[in-house]
């Protein structure tokens, strides 16, 4: 008699506990921002909290620590309908100081229900920026001309968390990589608009924002310098119809030139001309496609 009575009990113990189940929560549709820096510069400074009720009431919503203690109370004795209603936290505490890095979570009390739910989604605040912890830079000379050889420049990055590294040129953001990396590569064409920049040096910098919105320092990379064609000498003295060596840094393989009304295609690095036959004072030009540098030339018999 004894053993069916604890088998009643228990079953009907079970089926109290599986109808709590199935009774809809009293709070439904809960949306509660993940991630975010009550101090970034960037639009995400609150964390929203939304949702709905099953049946109207009187709400109170505060946000309490790890250790279930109330850091920040939001909203006291409100009534509140059965239509969805946001409520926004700015990282801060009941004092107006912003709290420690670390997770909370949203409480709500239902007054008319008498009964209070901490809800199971978690807050991150994160007002630590990022650090770039090394830059790479290669090569340092290049030349955007649409030759096939040395168009671009590699930043390789690494940051000490997940976040989305910036390049600079003079100031000027040029390069947005990809979010949610900790390593990667820049990668700069030197172009604007989709036209190559002129030749001359290019200070280069890098910063990284992370997932919270929170800014890194701004880090130099050095300088680089668009080439496309520099001779070794801006004048050259020789004798008359010797032969004329030319130093000539670029990365193509062959550069036009003109001197003394001659003109042809030499191969660089190292182009071998001869000097006029007449003495005086000449214009040597080189080029390599729209680009040209220019040496004076003067012969002596």
């Known amino acids: 008699m004894l053993v069916a009575a604890l088998l009643v009990a228990t079953g009907l113990s079970f089926l109290y506990v599986e109808s709590l189940k199935l009774e809809p929560s009293p709070i439904r549709g809960t949306q509660v921002t993940k991630l975010f820096s009550p101090v970034c510069e960037c639009g995400a400074t609150k964390a929203r909290i939304s949702f709905r009720l099953g049946k109207p009431d009187v709400v109170a919503v505060s946000i309490i620590d790890s250790s279930g203690r109330t850091v920040r109370d939001l909203a ?30 949203p409480r709500v009390r239902l007054d008319l229900l008498e009964k209070t739910f901490d809800l199971p989604n978690t807050i991150r605040v994160d007002t630590t920026p990022p650090r770039i912890v090394s830059l790479t830079v290669k090569p340092r000379v290049f030349s955007p001309d649409h ?20 390049l600079f040129v003079n100031g000027v953001r040029r390069v947005l990589a990809r979010p949610r990396l900790v390593s990667g590569d820049l990668r700069w064409y030197g172009q604007v608009g989709g036209g190559s920049l002129p030749a001359g040096t290019y200070a280069l910098t890098v910063a990284a924002v992370d997932l919270a919105g929170n800014r890194s320092k701004t880090v130099s990379a050095g300088t680089v310098r668009i080439r496309y064609v520099e001779l070794d000498e801006k004048s050259y003295r020789v004798r008359a119809r ?23 295609v030499g191969k660089a690095p190292v182009l071998v001309l001869h000097a006029p036959a007449t003495p005086g004072s000449y214009n040597l030009y080189v080029t390599v496609g729209n680009h040209a540098a220019r040496a004076r030339v003067s012969v002596v018999s």
Do not use: C, K
């Open 76 to 105: 006291v004795a409100r009534p509140m309908r059965s239509t969805p209603e946001s409520f926004y936290w700015n990282g801060r505490d009941n004092s107006g100081a912003i709290v420690r890095d670390g997770f909370y979570r």
């Open 147 to 166: 030759d096939g050889h040395g168009e671009r420049i590699t930043v390789h990055y690494r940051l000490d968390q997940e976040g989305q590294a910036m």
């Open 242 to 264: 010797s032969r004329l060596v030319v130093h000539v840094s670029t990365d193509a393989e062959h550069v036009g030139w003109r001197l003394a009304g001659r003109h042809g």
